[in-house]
């Protein structure tokens, strides 16, 4: 009878744990360097090349979307999800790697790579003048990663209804939607995601008539006709290294690069959320985004993390253990 008891208990107290929920600090006891080696990390990569911000950026919110916040995009492999297309064009591996390998030395099993990718991806927007906050942690790295299942992440070609179902999904609304898609005011894109736009539009041969006329002319300069495709373009034409609310005017005035980001104007629930970050709505200009984006990411980085006993903390963020 008493064995029963204990092995109820013991299943108890397991539950709980695999239920345990992330919080600021979890690791100020277990590793208190982590959170100032990830940043100091990310600042040396930065330092050197400030496009690696959008890369951390993209590479943390793509994590989010397959399998949850749990680090399985940054397994490798020839069938892992970081090969998938969606996923073309991911970069920041090697500052998660050098992070990773730094906390190790100091506290070995003890950091998920999770955790690492959710940390460097605030220390990213920080330093490209965007706002900071506090990243709750505790995140397991997960155990599957596979390229077939990243087929629900957003894409350039989406209407509106579709990125609304894929944000629905992982718990995010409209409003979520929009703020999450600002953080193209930072990073490029190629031209073969969008030039369909400049010169064959729903295979009519015409452009896309939301473009403004003067950034057609301008893209149509960056992205010849014929050219290779692989040509880079800033998402947000006019500080496109910085973490601010143009990307919004931007899409406001006809100058969305990506399809999916200009028909956030055409349909009214995400419009009215992209004029008050345009400044439109008095009293709304810039410092709005500032307050949404730091809640926006923080419920991002929640989606369906792996907490308590769940998945694993690996050794090396490319290998499962």
Not at 70 to 83: F, K, M, Q, T
Not at 290 to 305: C, G, H, T
């Amino acid at each position: 009878m008493e064995d029963i008891w204990l092995s109820s208990i013991l299943i108890l107290m397991s539950c709980l744990a695999v239920k345990a929920q992330l919080k600021n600090g979890f690791y100020t006891s277990s590793c208190p360097s982590a959170e100032t080696i990830v940043r100091s990390t990310v600042e040396s990569y930065f330092n050197k090349d400030p496009t690696i911000a959008p890369g951390l950026l993209r590479l943390h919110f793509h994590d989010c979307f397959v399998q949850g916040c749990d680090g399985s995009v940054l397994i490798a492999g020839s069938s892992a999800e970081r090969n998938a297309f969606p996923n073309t064009g991911l970069r920041g591996f090697e500052a998660i790697d050098n992070a990773k390998s730094q906390i190790e030395t100091k506290c070995p099993g003890v950091v998920s790579c999770a955790d690492i990718l959710a940390l460097a991806a605030r220390d990213a927007v920080d330093l490209s003048n965007g706002p900071s906050w506090s990243v709750p942690t505790g995140r397991r790295d997960g155990r599957i990663s596979l390229s077939s299942q990243a087929s629900n992440l957003p894409s350039p070609l989406d209407t509106v209804s579709i990125q609304r179902q894929k944000f629905a999904d992982k718990g995010l609304n409209d409003h979520d939607l929009v703020t999450l898609l600002g953080a193209h005011t930072i990073g490029q894109t190629e031209c073969r995601f969008f030039s369909y736009r400049l010169y064959n539009f729903t295979t009519t041969g015409n452009s896309d008539p939301t473009i403004n006329q003067a950034s057609l002319s301008q893209l149509q300069t960056l992205c010849p006709k014929n050219g290779n495709g692989l040509t880079k373009v800033p998402l947000d034409k006019d500080t496109p290294a910085k973490f601010d609310v143009s990307f919004f005017k931007n899409v406001r005035d006809g100058n969305g690069v990506l399809e999916s980001d200009q028909r956030l104007w055409g349909d009214s629930a995400t419009r009215s959320v992209v004029q008050s970050y345009a400044g439109i709505i008095r009293g709304l200009l810039g410092y709005r985004f500032d307050q949404e984006f730091p809640k926006a990411m923080i419920k991002l980085s929640n989606v369906e993390v792996k907490t308590g006993t769940e998945g694993e903390i690996r050794k090396i963020c490319s290998k499962f253990n």
